[in-house]
């Protein structure tokens, strides 16, 4: 190598996404090995490692593609296999330098910088709740708290957005890959919200008519609602209760961003979707343990929890910081975190509005008394708390609600 390691790693997806500090602690104990001309490799036989090419030259297929890769080419600053492998191998044209990291201890890693503020002198716990806050703080602190998986079509597109090469055909196997999001999707484009003069009947003129971006977004969104499951009935019941309330936030996320033009509203949507992303994992271990917390007690957990588990999951899926700080601060309601709006404002929003004419509102701050209200300039509420811009968009906030349900 021409360059340090540190030197070399520093625009590596996803190793970037660690401080330099915390990148060079990593790299000490990762593994670097040759590959000889001819020898292949299995992505399948290295599911735990994240795999570059430091140096020479390899043909890899994956994603149904074959590619010839070097150190200067774009994609080799992505590992060679993705998370969730499905016959993806590489074979050494020449003698290859690779560098091999464990997935699990680059998770460690990211989780521990991204929680390090999370200290649980942070949280006030009372006698009564004390015993189930202390099992799933101490279960999320030792790394024994199951995270959700990402669904694997999620997975998949979020992998061919990074490939600006990537089109219709290729989005079209993905998505046809899973049968109910291929289906709800189709739904999606015949419902009022993206229909045309003609019905469609196959994915790929869906793809057509959405466009690449936003059936990217729709999709992942679509098959978001499998990580929204349970098996036991009391867990099922607040998981619905959950979907629905993120439902409803990425609706009014999305037509407020369309309206205010300041925001991408396919992003809206999905972050409107994921900004409650921590209650899963908590349902998840009550679940697990067959707990029987009284309501107070698991909402009162689940109130002061579930922005730290929000950034393990988000951590552990690989998304961006934007959505990292939505998850983790989409509750501050007096976030004020700089002149120009952001996602967080508007989640922060979108969730109040949605709270107007429900008991929780009582507990609340009215909408149009938090920073972020006023960043976003959406006009004026009603003596009712009623905003003029969603009152215009009742039948389109019903629209995207059937899209995300169906």
């Known amino acids: 190598m021409t360059e340090p390691l540190d030197q070399t790693t520093r625009e590596f997806t996803p190793l970037k996404e ?12 990762a593994k670097q090995e040759l590959l000889p001309p001819g020898r292949k490799i299995n992505g399948s036989d290295r599911r735990g490692e994240l795999l570059y090419l430091l140096q020479g ?30 016959n993806e191998f590489a074979v050494a044209e020449t003698e290859c330098s690779l560098l091999s990291v464990d997935r699990t201890a680059f998770s460690h890693a990211l989780n521990d910088e991204r929680t390090a503020g999370f200290e649980i002198n942070d949280v006030e716990i009372s006698a009564d709740e004390g015993r189930i806050f202390q099992e799933i703080y ?39 890959m899973d049968a109910a999001v291929a289906g709800a999707l189709l739904h999606a484009t015949n419902s009022p919200l993206y229909r045309g ?6 994915i790929r003129d869906a793809v057509v008519r959405l466009g690449l971006k936003t059936t990217r977004m729709l999709a992942t969104n679509i098959a978001m609602r499998q990580t929204f499951k349970a098996t036991s009935p009391v867990v099922a019941e607040r998981m619905r209760q959950l979907w629905e309330h993120s439902v409803n936030v990425s609706a009014i996320a999305y037509v407020l961003a369309r309206k205010s033009r300041r925001f991408d509203p396919e992003r809206a949507l999905l972050v ?26 698991l909402e009162s957990t689940i109130s002061k929890l579930h922005a730290m588990t ?14 990292v700080t939505v998850v983790e601060e989409a509750d501050n309601w007096m ?40 960043k976003l300039n959406l006009g004026e509420l009603d003596e009712d708390m009623n905003l003029a811009i969603l009152d215009e968009a009742r039948d389109e906030l019903e629209a995207i609600r059937n899209v995300l349900n169906a």
């Open 18 to 29: 660690l401080s330099d500090a915390g990148r060079s602690r990593l790299l000490a104990d």
């Open 57 to 86: 030259s390899l043909g890899l297929v994956s994603g149904g593609e074959a590619i010839r890769l070097t150190p200067e080419s774009p994609r080799a600053s992505e590992p060679l296999f993705p998370e969730r492998v499905s």
């Open 138 to 176: 101490e279960a999320t602190m030792a790394r024994k708290l199951e995270l959700p998986p990402m669904p694997e079509v999620a997975i998949r597109i979020q992998h061919l957005s990074a490939d600006p090469d990537v089109g219709i055909a290729e989005l079209t196997k993905v998505i046809q």
């Open 310 to 323: 929000g950034v393990l999951v988000m951590n552990f899926w690989g998304m961006d910081p934007e959505l």
């Open 335 to 374: 976030r004020d975190a700089g002149a120009e709006p952001d996602y967080c404002d508007l989640v922060i929003v979108s969730q109040l509005l949605s709270y107007v004419h429900t008991p929780r509102m009582a507990e609340l701050p009215r909408p149009d008394q938090v920073p972020a209200f006023r």
């Open 272 to 297: 409107g979707l994921m900004h409650d992303i921590g209650v899963i994992p908590i349902l998840k271990y009550m679940e697990q343990q067959k707990a029987n917390p009284s309501s107070e007690e």
């Open 197 to 202: 003069a003609k019905a469609i009947t196959n």
